[in-house]
């Protein structure tokens, strides 16, 4: 049996034995969209719940695009070319594009311009949300749960924000695109710790296709609610990166109805765990580096049995990343058990601890193993997990253990599927 899995930019193919008891899970394929230009334009001219784009912003108004950081693989180069068209009513010195990266490294102007395309970074300003830099940001008060809302500064002052992104199945916010190009996209430090804390992060609705109840994305709404001058443009993909459907207009209408097509489109059922789960974290630039990989483990886990093994394969071009909050949290941690008791009883919240988190829970409960061709020995075992060489014979490895009748299952695209029990 060959299995295609996403992997980088191309796909690594395993050969397991047919004999065995496989079950392959990926989301329903869906056709690319038929010149997704046009219905980019359509939807954004027959909005959710809102006037059509260009009613919506006049002449004299200053105007943000937010859009997603090189780990997301939006399709700019279709989106923005459209919705600048639609607007051209505006003078370009009164646009501006704004990068939502969160805690993430600023992007290089080669990745911008790959992202962008030449003419576009060329002709507009672009300006990369720095969380850490509190002065670059505006205070707005506190959320509910009491923490702290600072928002970029140069992206708040803008008369109109309209906010472009995709929807995949998100997890620990549920769902990804609407709201989160806000927060944590354009927030402050302060914000998105308070969101990422360890007690929002260990709640069980705080997980993929959940938002109703679950703390992170209700508290991302309620930061997006501050901001009623904003439009939605968002997109839902297939595994080719191709666009299926688009979603615009009024934050919550658009991406409520986004969500609901992601939700057919991925959630599928199980009737029992599994002994082995295979997965990825759906190629690139997902995949990128092991930070971003705790995804595609966060989707295998939901289904593995309790003391069972998962094997991921995730290209990691960009590490762990080395020099990340991340990797030294990992690298100062001796065991997961440790690693979690430090996060839940350590009043300081660390950027990036809530991925290490999450990756201990998992390791309480399973056995995680990843095939990667970037990452070295060294670097895997420091971070706590063990290397694979060889896809095929760890999984021959796993059935000596578990039993020839092992169930074994298979996440081609990692995260772009949500398992989950009948």
């Known amino acids: 049996m060959k299995i295609k899995l996403a992997y980088g930019k191309k796909e690594l193919a395993i050969h397991l034995n047919d004999e065995n008891n496989i079950d392959i899970i990926e989301p329903r394929f869906i056709d690319s969209l038929n010149s997704p230009k046009d219905k980019i334009k359509e939807s954004i001219r027959k909005p959710y719940s809102a006037p059509p784009l260009r009613d919506w912003i006049l002449p004299h108004e200053i105007v943000a695009i937010v859009f997603s950081d090189i780990t997301r693989p939006v399709p700019l180069l279709t989106i923005l070319p459209v919705i600048l068209d639609d607007i051209s009513h505006i003078n370009n010195i009164k646009i501006t594009l704004f990068n939502a990266t969160g805690t993430h490294r600023m992007n290089t102007d080669k990745e911008l311009r790959e992202m962008l395309g030449n003419d576009i970074f060329d002709r507009y300003p672009i300006i990369q949300n720095d969380a850490f830099t509190l002065s670059e940001h505006a205070h707005f008060g506190r959320t509910s749960k009491g923490h702290d809302i600072y928002i970029n500064d140069a992206f708040s002052s803008c008369d109109r924000l309209i906010l472009t992104g995709f929807i995949e199945p998100h997890f620990f916010a549920g769902f990804s695109g609407g709201a989160k190009a806000i927060m944590p996209g354009m ?44 439009f939605l443009i968002n997109v839902t993909l297939n595994k080719n990166k191709e666009i299926t459907g688009v979603f615009s207009g009024d934050i919550y209408s658009a991406h409520s109805a986004g969500c609901s097509f992601v939700k057919d489109m991925a959630m599928v059922p199980v009737k029992e765990p599994y002994d082995i789960v295979i997965t990825t974290n759906s190629g690139y630039p997902l995949d990128i580096n092991l930070y971003q990989s705790v995804k595609g483990l966060s989707a295998a886990a939901k289904i593995c049995k309790k003391g069972g093994s998962i094997i991921i394969a995730a290209e990691c071009k960009d590490g762990i990343p080395d020099t990340s909050s991340y990797s030294n949290i990992l690298k100062n941690s001796c065991s997961p058990e440790s690693l979690l008791d430090h996060i839940m009883n350590t009043k300081e919240i660390t950027p990036d601890q809530w991925q290490a988190q999450i990756q201990a829970q998992i390791q309480l409960d399973v056995n995680v193993t990843i095939y990667s061709e970037n990452l070295s020995e060294s670097e895997i075992n420091s971070s706590l997990l063990k290397p694979c060489e060889n896809i095929e014979e760890k999984v021959t490895e796993l059935l000596n253990l578990y039993g020839k009748d092992a169930r074994i299952c298979v996440l081609p695209e990692g995260p772009q599927t949500i398992p989950y029990f009948e």
Do not use: C, Q, Y
């Open 187 to 230: 927030a402050g430090i302060d914000t998105i710790l308070g969101n990422h804390g360890p007690e929002m992060i260990s709640d069980p609705k705080a997980t993929f296709g959940i938002t109703v109840g679950n703390p992170i994305w209700e508290e991302i709404s309620e930061v997006g609610r501050l901001f009623e001058n904003s």
